[in-house]
């Protein structure tokens, strides 16, 4: 089971790129590396998931070097909504149960 | 509903009481989660299903947890003898597990308090 590793918390200022670098050594050649958001008092939120090199949707962008050891999310211009845990999962086939670390708090400051 | 719904969205209940939390998820899901999270913690695994059969419950505590999805679609997971240990949020999640699909929607979760 790939355990990922990630920094426990973040604090950036708004307008500012910010990105979240997550490490999972021994990740699985099927597992897809996933990240969920989740604010206070709500359940956590799909942002984006990858595989290999980069993925970017309208909320962030992923990039997955080709050892696949590690992987950061990238959030563009963020803004104090964007305050909350993020979290990096490695999932796969196999490896279906979602094992949440504790994630990163990431703050923004205005 | 367009989500996955959970009920009750609080629950406080008494030490040694039994309680039961309900979880519909997404119509067409297959797959369905619980998590607890406890404050400053990421969610902890309970139990998955896929359909109407527990794939994988290594993350109940103990005996006195178990969780039935017996037509494939709401779930139910009951706690017997609660503990006040077992307070905490429950969440509940939904996916299509496709090949390639491996998002999870979580519901507003529950939120168990035993006194």
């Known amino acids: 089971l790939a355990k990922t590793t990630q920094p426990i918390s973040m604090d950036s200022y708004e307008g500012q790129e910010v990105n979240i670098t997550c490490s999972h050594n021994n990740i699985a050649t099927n597992d897809y590396i996933t990240w969920y958001q989740q604010f206070p008092s709500q359940g956590p939120r799909f942002i984006i998931q990858?595989?290999?090199t980069k993925v970017t949707n309208e909320v962030a962008s992923l990039f997955i070097p080709a050892d696949r050891k590690s992987s950061t999310l990238s959030l563009p211009r963020v803004s104090l909504s964007d305050t909350a845990v993020y979290y990096c999962l490695a999932v796969g086939v196999g490896n279906e149960k979602l094992t949440f670390g504790t994630g990163t708090r990431l703050t923004i400051i205005p | 509903g367009a989500g996955v719904s959970q009920t009750p969205s609080n629950k406080v209940t008494e030490k040694g009481k039994y309680v039961e939390l309900r979880c519909d998820p997404i119509s067409g899901h297959t797959a369905l989660y619980w998590y607890r999270q406890s404050l400053g913690q990421g969610p902890e695994f309970l139990i998955y299903?896929?359909?109407?059969?527990?794939?994988?419950d290594s993350g109940l505590p103990n005996d006195r947890f178990f969780a039935v999805r017996p037509e494939g679609s709401v779930s139910t997971l009951k706690i017997q003898r609660t503990e006040r240990g077992d307070s905490a949020v429950y969440l509940c999640?939904?996916?299509?597990?496709?090949?390639?699909?491996?998002?999870?929607?979580f519901g507003q979760g529950t939120r168990l308090t035993v006194v």
């Open positions: 990858g595989y290999k």
């Open positions: 299903f896929q359909g109407t059969g527990a794939a994988d």
């Open positions: 999640a939904s996916s299509l597990r496709e090949a390639m699909n491996t998002e999870a929607f």
